[in-house]
């Protein structure tokens, strides 16, 4: 596991910029904002983190919880998108903000490898923050500005019992627990959980779906699966207390990353794939 020191003790006029593939495996998981989630659900498996003083949503990036490697056979990164977190690496934002970068930033401790990494300076001839470490440090606000906005939603899909743990065959102790959406805990939720959920705004189904979509990205055995439902969730609910999922769907946006198939078809959405008549209505054959 990567470790972290403050911006303000580093010892050297140069900040190294590594490569975004050179420490995947110790990285394990990258913090999105909310500008990245529907673009990143494509090509990561999304997972909430509830470790902190907030739930916080990310993006895994283990080779061995992924169904695809984000190296290809040259050696070059094949991630398509770059996260905000990895751009930045090796550096973050530490948990109190003075506008300061010195201040608010951390960078990992990195054992150098055997290819010096890119760089820039710490600071300008001025002996202020460098062009190159203010640009980096507005793109880590934004992303904690990002991170902020779904907080309370992230915090709704808690309250709606949603969220179950992804099986991580290699986690040790003490190592971060992630979380996804259970699709067949969702489609059970009651009208009134829904109400809560979308009276304010979507943002809380937006997080439903992004994470529902990008667990194709995770690797087939640690999906989860119909099983971890339990009686208590399977248990009939009254009419007059429940319309289910489908009860939205009529006001749901369509797109690529919410096919109109599964609007078409609230069944098939609760499996995880359209069927084939819904297909069929999705692609208008």
């Known amino acids: 596991m990567i470790t972290y020191m403050p911006l303000s003790q580093w010892p ?79 550096m973050r934002m530490s948990g109190e903000l003075t506008s300061d970068p010195l ?19 710490l600071k300008d001839e001025a002996g202020q923050p460098s062009k190159e470490l203010l640009s980096l440090y507005e793109g880590l606000q934004a992303l904690r500005q990002g991170q902020d906005r779904l907080a309370a939603a992230l ?11 992804i099986n991580d ?8 627990a992630f979380y996804t959406v259970d699709r067949q805990r969702f489609s059970r939720a009651s009208n009134h959980t829904l109400e809560a959920m979308t009276r304010h705004a979507f943002t809380s189904i937006d997080l439903v779906t992004v994470l529902t979509f990008s667990q194709a990205q995770l690797r087939p055995d640690l999906r989860p699966r119909p099983e971890v439902v339990t009686a208590a969730i399977n ?51």
């Not at 065959?169 to 971060?176: K, L, N, R």
């Open 235 to 285: 248990a009939p609910v009254s009419s007059e207390q429940s319309y289910g999922f489908e009860a939205i769907l009529p006001w749901l946006d369509t797109s690529e990353l919410f096919p109109v198939a599964w609007a078409a078809d609230p069944a098939a959405w609760a499996a995880g794939a359209p069927t084939k008549a819904s297909a069929e209505v999705a692609t208008g054959n």
């Open 12 to 90: 050297a006029p140069l900040v190294p910029m590594h490569p975004p593939f050179s420490h995947l495996d110790a990285i394990l998981w990258l913090p999105l904002s909310d500008g990245e989630l529907m673009l990143a659900a494509h090509y990561y498996p999304l997972a909430v983190r509830l470790d902190g003083a907030a739930p916080v949503i990310g993006a895994l990036i283990r080779r061995s919880m992924m169904v695809r490697s984000l190296i290809g056979p040259n050696g070059r990164w094949s991630g398509a998108y770059t996260p905000i977190s990895l751009r930045c690496f090796p």
């Open 169 to 176: 065959p290699e986690a040790v102790a003490g190592s971060p």
């Open 103 to 121: 201040a608010d930033l951390e960078i990992a401790r990195i054992a150098p490898g055997p290819v010096k990494p890119a760089g820039f300076k």
């Open 155 to 165: 915090d709704l899909l808690l309250v709606a019992n949603v969220l179950v743990p």
